[in-house]
C-alpha cells in the first residue's frame, strides 16, 4: 500500500525496508597533535550504516496548521558498519515510535548521534554532538556533522 505521497517526491511504502546509507562527506573538530589544540575541518568519510524500518501503523494525523495528513509509523534501527548489533533510533520524545510524515523525512537520535532521513530523495544528515567538552584531547570523540546518501536494499 502506497501511503504519503508529496509533490516532486516518491511515496513511502507502509512495509519494512531496509537502507545502506554512506557518508559522503562530514565536517566537525578534530584534535591536531602539532598544535596541541582543537580544530575545525574536514573528517573521514569512509563511514557506513544500515537503517533498518519495521512498519507498525497507518493513521490520521493533523499538521501544523491542523490538516489531516496520513501518518505511517515505524520501529527505526540502525546497524553501524562493522557491527552486528541493532541499535534503536528512537524519536526526538524518546519514543521508540518514528512517525513518518508526508514530507518523508525521519528524525530519531542512535548511538549518541541525531539523524534525518529524507526517503524521497534518499539523503541523510548525521549530528554527533559528543567529545571535544569533555576535555579528553585525543581524535577517538571528535564532534561531527555528516552527510550523505541512502540506497533501498529491500
Known amino acids: 500500500m502506497l501511503a504519503l505521497l508529496t ?19 562530514a565536517g566537525g573538530l578534530f584534535y591536531d597533535e602539532n598544535l596541541k589544540r582543537w580544530r575545525s ?14 512498519y507498525l501503523t497507518t493513521r490520521m494525523g493533523k499538521d501544523l496548521v491542523n490538516r489531516d495528513e496520513v501518518v505511517l509509523t515505524f520501529n527505526v534501527a540502525i546497524v ?3 557491527s552486528n548489533t541493532d541499535a534503536e533510533c528512537r524519536a ?12 518523508n523525512y525521519i528524525f530519531c537520535n542512535a548511538v549518541l548521534s541525531d539523524y534525518v532521513i ?3 530523495n534518499n539523503r541523510f544528515l548525521r549530528n554527533y554532538m559528543s567529545g571535544y567538552v569533555d576535555g579528553v584531547e585525543n581524535n577517538k570523540n ?7 546518501t541512502c540506497t533501498r536494499i529491500n
Open 80 to 82: 553501524e558498519g562493522g
Open 41 to 54: 575541518g574536514t573528517l573521514r568519510t569512509d563511514d557506513r550504516f544500515v537503517l533498518k524500518l519495521k
Open 118 to 120: 529524507n526517503l524521497s
Open 7 to 25: 509533490e516532486n517526491a516518491q511515496a513511502v511504502e507502509a512495509k519494512n525496508a531496509t537502507y545502506y546509507c554512506a557518508v559522503e562527506m
Open 92 to 103: 526526538r520524545d524518546w519514543s521508540e515510535v518514528v512517525e513518518v510524515r508526508p514530507n
Open 142 to 148: 571528535t564532534p561531527a556533522v555528516s552527510g550523505g
